[in-house]
């Protein structure tokens, strides 16, 4: 067997001795490591985008909505009907190992109102454990106080884009705003959190007291009711496990006999954004996959032009073989050749889509985000391409018969 | 002088050919000792190639048997004879065969690639076997720098720098003019005087198959005539 250098050499040297075609063999490898860089890393970008949406919703989440009631026998949908009480909340937090903190929700939207300015927006009555779970700061003032849920007290925190819209530059502390006619004082805002999914305004929202909200602002005619409990879980299992405990506690607090439909619904936000990550990932494969296809094509170039140059080299095999080189120093010598031919081209190819990654977002508006993975796939598949394609030829070269090789010119 | 190094018996070839075999050595039974200097002659067509391949290792016969240095080689596999070319023959062409694009030293270090000689050793070895025929100067040459009869001379250092017993040359001086034809012969007789290089030429001309001691007559695939060279032999 021949030393690893010396076959380096001989390959190299082959290379050379035929530049241009070397470079246009390449191209095609160059091209197809470059635009599998470039689609996984558009893949990737997506990806990270929704990750970083799904950090902002808050983790471990699960929302439980109430049930849809039936008017005529016409069924209303989810949470036409509030079936959930505060107590539920305070229930499931305490009952339920695997919840760290529940929050009741009243959801309304109405018109707000600061001086000649109004504004049309979601109003949400809850307690601060909404603001824990969420692990949402305040931009300034305070949260609710006990007083304030205790006396129902018309105080309101708002959203980042509320706060813009009414009070533009001004400072919202202390101010008195309009919601839905009732003056309500300012005592605090949110830190900005941006969208939550397409078109959805995480900070297009205004905060008040669940008392307020039961008693003053969206006067249902069940007290106690709210719409919507948000928990959150200690980790993301517990999202999956602790359901049934959830459902079977409901249930017995909701009096409903084994015969009787849930009057919730319990929805994994965690679930849904695994659904969302696991489309994109296919999304991501999918583009990887047709990129691919022209570093396969390249592949086949390799091929082709490694079995030209067996049949020019024909002599060239014939004195190897008759000096003493066996089948398998024959197959080496073109396989490394093929192989430093994709490896190059890999290289090259990485340079250009690396370059890409960076270029691209100045013309199109695409977040494409690099990762070592997805860099070193398509060089290895490089290789891998270059040894699958460059064994067909090499295979050939090393069947030839040293006498016919010899003879030919 | 009865060290027996080349020992066919009953060597038959044929090839197929319009659906019947054409047989082109029928029967071949021949002995060569070590430090012979053997000419083979024969007109075109009289099986003289066939038997050299044969006797190089580079094909096998249909039938009969081949001895090459104490070792049976008539069905060895194509990895196993071309490692007994490698330790055992040295060859040189009438074309040179050497590789182009490449240094006269590298052509020369080849065969030692093959044998997985290290590379220090190989440089070593080759620049004595340049030096032997005269070309230590020219050893960065690459063939299409150098004349036919120095590229044949680069031809004969790779032949020996594996210190392989048997050198076989095929019509060497087919390519030359008459001047460099006898510097070719001259160290050919030189390698079998010196260095005791058994030597097989096969060739069809006269004054160069009187080089050696030995002419073997091949005509229509038997040996017709085998007798020494007795200008040579006495020597």
Redesign the interface.
């Known amino acids: 067997?021949?030393?690893l250098?010396?076959i380096l050499s001989i390959a190299v040297?082959a290379i050379r001795?035929n530049k241009m075609r070397s470079v246009l063999t390449s191209l095609g490898i160059i091209i197809g490591v470059a635009a599998v860089i470039i689609m996984l890393s558009i893949g990737n970008g997506a990806q990270i985008t929704i990750q970083n949406e799904m950090r902002s919703m808050g983790t471990n989440l699960i929302m439980i909505r109430s049930g849809s009631s039936t008017s005529g026998g016409a069924r209303m949908g989810r949470g036409s009907q509030p079936t959930l009480k505060n107590g539920d909340a305070d229930a499931i937090q305490e009952k339920v190992a695997a919840i760290r903190l529940a929050a009741p929700v009243v959801n309304d939207s109405g018109q707000i109102v600061y001086g000649n300015t109004n504004w049309a927006t979601n109003i949400v009555g809850t307690d601060n454990r909404y603001f824990e779970i969420k692990e949402w700061d305040l931009a300034y003032g305070r949260v609710f106080s006990q007083t304030d849920i205790r006396n129902a007290n018309k105080v309101a925190i708002l959203g980042q884009t509320v706060a813009k819209e009414l009070f533009a530059d001004m400072d919202p502390l202390g101010k008195t705003i309009r919601i839905k006619g009732l003056p309500f004082k300012v005592i605090g805002a949110l830190t900005a959190r941006g969208q939550s999914g397409p078109g959805q305004d995480q900070d297009d929202m205004v905060y008040i007291p669940l008392s307020t909200a039961q008693k003053k602002v969206s006067g249902t005619q069940f007290p106690d009711m709210v719409n919507m409990l948000m928990l959150q879980a200690y980790d993301a299992d517990s999202t999956y496990t602790s359901q049934s405990e959830i459902t079977a506690l409901l249930r017995q607090r909701h009096n409903l006999g084994l015969n009787k439909d849930d009057d919730f619904t319990i929805m994994n936000l965690t679930q849904f954004m695994e659904m969302m990550q696991s489309s994109t990932q296919v999304m991501t494969i999918l583009l990887g996959s047709i990129a691919s296809i022209s570093l396969i094509v390249g592949g086949i170039g390799i091929m082709n032009i490694m079995l030209v140059s067996v049949t020019e080299r024909t002599?060239?095999i014939?004195?190897?073989?008759?000096?003493?080189?066996?089948?398998?120093?024959i197959r080496w010598q073109f396989l490394t050749e093929a192989l430093i031919l994709s490896l190059i081209g890999g290289l090259i190819g990485v340079a250009i889509g690396v370059g890409g990654v960076y270029i691209l977002p100045l013309f199109v508006s695409m977040s494409a985000e690099l990762s070592t993975f997805y860099v070193l796939l398509p060089f290895c598949f490089s290789g891998i391409v270059g040894l699958l394609f460059g064994f067909f030829p090499a295979y050939k070269a090393s069947l030839l018969n040293?006498?016919n090789a010899?003879r030919y010119e | 002088m009865s060290n027996t190094l080349i020992k066919l018996s009953n060597i038959r070839k044929s090839y197929p050919l319009d659906g019947f075999d054409l047989e082109i050595l029928k029967g071949i039974n021949l002995e060569i000792n070590q430090g012979e200097f053997v000419a083979i002659m024969g007109p075109s067509g009289s099986g003289k190639s066939t038997l050299m391949n044969i006797l190089g290792c580079l094909d096998t016969p249909t039938s009969g048997s081949y001895m090459l240095d104490g070792k049976n080689v008539e069905n060895l596999s194509a990895d196993e004879l071309a490692e007994i070319r490698n330790q055992k023959i040295g060859f040189v062409f009438q074309g040179f065969n050497l590789l182009s694009r490449t240094s006269a030293l590298e052509n020369v270090e080849l065969p030692m690639v093959y044998a997985g000689i290290d590379e220090k050793e190989r440089r070593r070895k080759a620049i004595k076997a340049l030096e032997s025929v005269g070309l230590r100067e020219r050893m960065h040459h690459q063939p299409n720098q150098l004349s036919g009869g120095q590229q044949q001379r680069v031809a004969i250092a790779r032949a020996i720098v594996n210190n392989a017993p048997i050198i076989f040359a095929d019509e060497p001086t087919g390519n030359l003019d008459t001047k460099m034809s006898m510097e070719i012969m001259d160290l050919f007789t030189k390698l079998n005087k010196e260095l005791q290089r058994t030597i097989i030429l096969v060739t069809h001309e006269e004054d160069i198959a009187l080089y050696a001691k030995r002419i073997i007559k091949i005509v229509d695939g038997e040996i017709h005539s085998d007798f020494p060279n007795k200008q040579k032999a006495s020597q």
Do not use: F, S, V
């Open positions: 067997m021949t030393d250098r010396t040297r001795a002599r060239e014939g004195i190897r073989m008759a000096i003493g080189a066996k089948r398998w120093d040293p006498i010899l």
